[in-house]
């Protein structure tokens, strides 16, 4: 009997790990697309596009980029020419590669002994300068008396130690050679792919439900603050504390934040306009609390409400997100920080109540993303953005050590948050 309830699990848990990786994939692949596109747009030169993390399966080259397939399908990053790369650091005198000629210049430089070079001869590192220069000096290995200067091709490609092709980074083609004001766009791209795939999401949602929530109650939980105002199944409600409100988002965002506080509910019943005075309870929901006064909203099935629940929905979920902000740092508490595995019972949890509640959890994840790394911290593209602005202000970028120094305290400390994070959901869900 034990067998088949072994069978379920393992056939849940497996559910929850396909739904976890297309969720958190789908989230951060849509963000780094963002920063890829408007960097390509502006001629900044994207050595690698990797689905995936880890070691490689597989590689293409298409358009000066190569897409690799790696072996953890968890996301994925976009590896720009410059960002602190250089290939010149690798190339350490005494090394060997193997380089291939063509018309005069080095079209291919091989530092991998994973990968054989048709046509390659093998050449010891003295000196190079791919970015500047662009040049290889050192000797033929059948010849390690005589000095030579190669010349490299502008588009040359390295083969890493791991078999990766990819092209060299001259100055002309990186980040840094690009304008301010682009460079703040791809900065701010990755963020704002994740708002448009929350958007996306919320009217694939909304044409995919029987209906939308509009401000007309269908339920009022008994001996609930509404019920005790004497609000019933029917009525509309118009505006709170004298201000307008259209939507059922637009109701929750004056009701949740306004726990234990008076409120005046104007509403419609039967074409006569009425007033009630309520106090929403606060309700903990995964460590923030909330309003609630127990109502439940009617639903429509107009293409204009299904439209508009969209971009309310999109609206709403950013200002709840930012309450949450908002309230982590008044009080801090990790309970109130999710990590991978947070996210994995999330999904866990998404995924019982089917399709729709997986897409809706996945518009909340993305929108969160983008906000997460809308945050001034270094490492994070509102740090990067940061660093923009004071160079637009200054008129002149911030030192590269300093740049360099900021980003690698702002990982180490995201590093260490996540570990404590991470560790914390273990003992919540797993010990606990």
Avoid at 156 to 162: F, G, L, N, S, V
């Amino acid at each position: 009997m034990k067998r088949p309830e072994l069978k379920q699990g393992n056939g849940e848990n497996m559910k929850t790990l396909i739904a976890f990786i297309v969720v958190f994939g789908l989230i951060v692949l849509v963000h780094e697309f963002g920063h890829f596109y408007v960097a390509k747009k502006a001629g900044v030169r994207i050595r690698e596009f990797a689905i995936g993390m880890g070691p490689k399966l597989f590689q293409t080259r298409k358009n000066g980029t190569t897409y690799t397939l790696r072996i953890l399908p968890v996301g994925g990053y976009v590896r720009m020419a410059g960002r602190g790369e250089d290939e010149s650091d690798s190339l350490r005198p005494g090394m060997t590669v193997t380089v291939v000629e063509t018309d005069g210049l080095v079209t291919r430089i091989n530092q991998s002994d994973q990968v054989e070079l048709v046509g390659g001869r093998p050449f010891i590192i003295d000196d190079a300068d791919l970015v500047n220069d662009l040049y290889l000096q050192g000797y033929w290995s059948d010849n390690e008396e005589e000095l030579v200067k190669l010349a490299v091709d502008h588009d040359a490609t390295m083969i890493e130690a791991d078999g990766t092709e990819v092209l060299i980074a001259p100055a002309d083609t990186q980040f840094q050679s690009a304008k301010l004001w682009q460079r703040a766009l791809i900065n701010f791209a990755g963020p704002f792919n994740n708002f448009v795939l929350t958007l996306v999401l919320f009217i694939g949602l909304a044409f995919a439900l029987p209906g939308v929530t509009t401000t007309t109650i269908k339920a009022v939980r008994p001996d609930s603050p509404a019920a005790l105002a004497g609000l019933k199944p029917g009525d509309t409600i118009t505006a709170v504390n004298q201000q307008k409100v259209t939507s059922w988002q637009g109701l929750q965002g004056k009701i949740q934040p306004a726990q234990n506080k008076r409120l005046v509910l104007t509403y419609q019943r039967q074409h006569q306009s009425k007033k009630a005075v309520v106090k929403p309870q606060a309700v903990e929901i995964q460590g923030n609390k909330i309003g609630q006064i127990g109502i439940m909203p009617a639903t429509t099935t107009a293409l204009g409400a299904r439209l508009k629940y969209a971009f309310q929905a999109t609206g709403q979920a950013a200002l709840q997100i930012w309450r949450a902000i908002v309230n982590l740092v008044q009080d801090f508490s990790l309970n109130k920080l999710g990590g991978p595995v947070a996210i994995y019972k999330s999904t866990e949890q998404a995924s019982d109540y089917g399709l729709l509640s997986i897409v809706a959890f996945t518009a909340m994840l993305s929108i969160n993303l983008g906000m997460m790394n809308l945050l001034p911290i270094p490492a994070l593209d509102g740090g990067k953005l940061v660093m923009n602005g004071i160079e637009a202000i200054t008129g002149h970028p911030v030192s590269e050590k300093i740049e360099v120094a900021l980003t690698v305290v702002g990982a180490l400390v995201l590093v260490v948050l996540m570990v404590l994070v991470t560790g914390n959901d273990i003992l919540r869900y797993f010990i606990n």
